[in-house]
C-alpha cells in the first residue's frame, strides 16, 4: 500500500518561511506526476502546487503563485514545498500525493500562520 509521509510543518508568523517534505514509499513515485495540497478546517482539500515526473513543468493555485517552489528528487522518492512569504490563510495541513491523488493520503503536516 502506497503511502505519503509529510514533515516540516509548525508555526510560523506571516512572512516567514517553511520547507515541507514527503517522503513517497510507493515504487512508482518517479513515473507519475506529485501534487502538494492542503485543507483548512471547514474547507475542502485543494491544490496547491503540481511537478511533472521528470521535473520539467511546474504548476501553481493562483493564491501561492510566487510564494511557493515545488520540487522532487526522485532517487530519494521525496518531494518538497518550499513556502516562502507565508499568510494567514496559508493555514491547513498540507498533504502530498500523485497528481491526481489517487492513492490513499498520509496524515500530512500542520502548518500554522499566525502572529
Known amino acids: 500500500q502506497a503511502q505519503f509521509v509529510e514533515s516540516g510543518g509548525g508555526l510560523v508568523q506571516p512572512g516567514g518561511s517553511l520547507r515541507l517534505a514527503c517522503l513517497a514509499s510507493e515504487s512508482t513515485f518517479s513515473i507519475f506526476p506529485t501534487g502538494w495540497y492542503r485543507q483548512a478546517p471547514g474547507k475542502q482539500r485543494e491544490l496547491v502546487a503540481r511537478?511533472?515526473?521528470?521535473?520539467?513543468?511546474?504548476n501553481y493555485a493562483e493564491f501561492v503563485e510566487g510564494r511557493f517552489t515545488i520540487s522532487r528528487d526522485n532517487a530519494k522518492n521525496m518531494s518538497y514545498l518550499q513556502m516562502n512569504s507565508l499568510k494567514i490563510e496559508d493555514t491547513a495541513v498540507y498533504y502530498c500525493?500523485?497528481?491526481?491523488?489517487?492513492?490513499?493520503w498520509g496524515q500530512g503536516t500542520q502548518v500554522t500562520v499566525s502572529s
Open positions: 511537478i511533472t515526473a521528470g521535473s520539467t513543468l511546474t
Open positions: 500525493n500523485r497528481f491526481p491523488p489517487v492513492l490513499d
